[in-house]
């Protein structure tokens, strides 16, 4: 049976890597397989500005992809942990009577989901406002190119 609580927790702290995925339906997840690719790419892009620096053009369109799987993997976090036993139960233990332990919210899924809430709003928000301020600058200095 599929715990919600550890599903909760593994997307939060996992997620990015898609083994939440992988827990909830299989090895055959195709999303599963694919989320390491933008994650790995923001990765990639955090190491293109610690070698060449923050003016890579390259590294801000990478950085927010990293945040942005972040952010999806804590809003995928917050609905399994809101969801009802019911409702989980009849999706992920079809098998399971709808009051199945495994589908009840218990003090540690609720952390989960204050944790979820913390981390993918932080981290939302600060990929927004560096894709931003990096566009932005960008613009700048192309328009002082220009003048010029």
């Keep these: 049976m599929k715990n919600k609580t550890l599903a909760t927790w593994l997307t939060l ?3 990015p890597l898609g083994l939440h995925r992988f827990y909830l339906r299989g090895f055959y997840d195709l999303i599963g397989w694919l989320l390491p690719i933008p994650t790995a790419l923001g990765l990639y892009g955090i190491e293109r500005v610690l070698a060449y620096g923050l003016d890579d053009p390259w590294s801000w369109m990478l950085i927010p992809l990293l945040g942005f799987t972040i952010a999806a993997c804590a809003l995928n976090a917050i609905v399994y942990g809101l969801m009802t036993p019911d ?6 233990n079809p098998q399971a009577p709808g009051d199945a332990p495994a589908g009840r919210t218990g003090w540690l899924t609720i952390g989960a989901v204050v944790c979820a809430l913390l981390m993918g709003t932080t981290v939302l928000m600060s990929s927004i406002a560096f894709s931003f301020q990096r566009y932005f600058e960008y613009q700048v200095e192309e328009a002082r190119k220009i003048s010029q």
């Design 13 to 15: 702290l996992a997620g």
């Design 87 to 92: 409702k989980w139960n009849a999706r992920y």
